[in-house]
């Protein structure tokens, strides 16, 4: 546990920016010095948690056969970001667009005593505005080292089930970096640009469709509502494998993550490389050619099936598919067929292993070893 009025540096998992905290057990102080009336609290068990680190684990194709074995979970750390909540934010704009419309016309056709008029019809284009309004809200980060991080967990957030200060009840040991960015420029470089998107698809919902072309959306005006300070929480994880640390994130309620690497085995990697261009490879050029002359010669062949040589490039359509092309796509298929299988067997290995962990529900070593035989750990 820090001491009173300790210094903690903490490093952005992005940039590397060092940031020095101070008095870090002081939250709830730290919170109302910064005006800050509410956040997300942390909403998951250490359960949970081992959960979303055994299925990021996984995520990576070429992942070891051994990482749970060797996997070590080093710290589970508590990261409370400092967020500004823009709130009620309005958009209009003008919809600029063509809307089609049919039209009925009389044409002769024929020749002769045939000549004969007949009904046909014709989309004609004619240009329209129209005036689009929305209206939505934006969690965005206040603190520019976290920012891409908080966008990756967060970017979907809307209307966020906001708690009391008083009752957010953040442990000590959580790290706290401060405010560094002013809201005015998070509303000019991040927010406008949000918005002016959600008027947009508001636009394309509303007034785009198959009758409508050449759809653009000008004079976009944005009012920012109400911004609130508020704070919310990331789970920052750190897991050794290999003599390497890899760091996994989680947003507060395990939703949404993150992750700058995950474990990965090389010469797993290079073998599904090799069965992804073996599978490329089994694709000739001599394939392409035959199917594609064969499509060409029947295209003509009913293009000409009025004359008699429209019969011949229906005969030489069938000889060449027949005689030249499902050979070789026999072939193709069947190697294709033979590669996937291989594909599937090494994607296999690693759910196998996958499965024995969860079923043994013996934990991950490290500090989230004491959630073994929980099922909700696995």
Avoid at 196 to 221: D, F, M, P, Y
Avoid at 245 to 265: E, M, R
Avoid at 308 to 329: D, K, N, R, T
Wanted: charged share 20%; hydrophobic share 40%; glycine share 6%.
């Amino acid at each position: 546990m820090p001491q009173s009025g300790a210094i903690r540096k903490i490093k952005c998992p992005y940039c590397d920016t060092e940031t020095i905290i101070s008095n870090a057990e002081h939250n709830l102080e730290i919170l109302n010095k910064r005006n800050i009336l509410g956040g997300l609290k942390f909403d998951m068990l250490d359960a949970g948690i081992h959960h979303m680190i055994i299925e990021m684990l996984s995520m990576a194709s070429s992942a070891p056969l051994d990482v749970y074995e060797n996997c070590v979970v080093k710290s589970v750390n508590k990261i409370i970001i400092p967020a500004y909540w823009f709130d009620n934010c309005t958009g209009m704009g003008t919809a600029q667009f063509e809307k089609g419309m049919e039209k009925e016309y009389n044409e002769i056709v024929g020749q002769g005593e045939y000549m004969h008029s007949e009904k046909r019809y014709r989309t004609e284009w004619f240009p329209m505005s129209s005036a689009v309004s929305a209206t939505s809200d934006f969690v965005v980060s206040g603190n520019k080292e976290y920012s891409s991080l908080f966008e990756t967990l967060y970017s979907n957030i809307h209307s966020p089930n906001i708690i009391d200060v008083e009752q957010l009840d953040y442990s000590a040991d959580c790290i706290t970096p401060d405010y560094d960015i002013p809201d005015a420029v998070v509303f000019n470089t991040s927010v406008k640009a949000l918005m002016e998107n959600t008027v947009r698809e508001q636009a394309n919902r509303t007034v785009g469709g198959n009758k409508i072309r050449n759809l653009q959306i000008t004079g976009i005006s944005i009012q920012k509502g109400d911004v609130r300070r508020i704070s919310v929480g990331i789970y920052e994880i750190v897991v050794e494998y290999g003599g390497t640390d890899y760091k996994l994130y989680l947003s507060n309620n395990g939703s949404t993550y993150a992750y700058t690497s995950l474990p990965s085995d090389q010469n797993r990697q290079l073998h599904i490389d090799q069965i992804n261009q073996a599978i490329k490879d089994a694709d000739t050029s001599r394939r392409k050619i035959l199917l594609g002359t064969t499509i060409t010669l029947a295209v003509l062949g009913l293009i000409l099936l009025i004359f008699i040589v429209g019969v011949v490039f229906l005969i030489a359509a069938l000889v060449v598919g027949l005689v030249f092309y499902m050979p070789v796509e026999k072939e193709y298929r069947a190697k294709k067929k033979e590669l996937e299988a291989e594909m599937n067997s090494l994607m296999g290995e690693f759910s196998t292993v996958k499965q024995n962990f969860k079923d043994r529900k013996v934990a991950l070593a490290g500090v989230l070893n004491h959630v073994s035989g929980d099922p909700e750990a696995f």
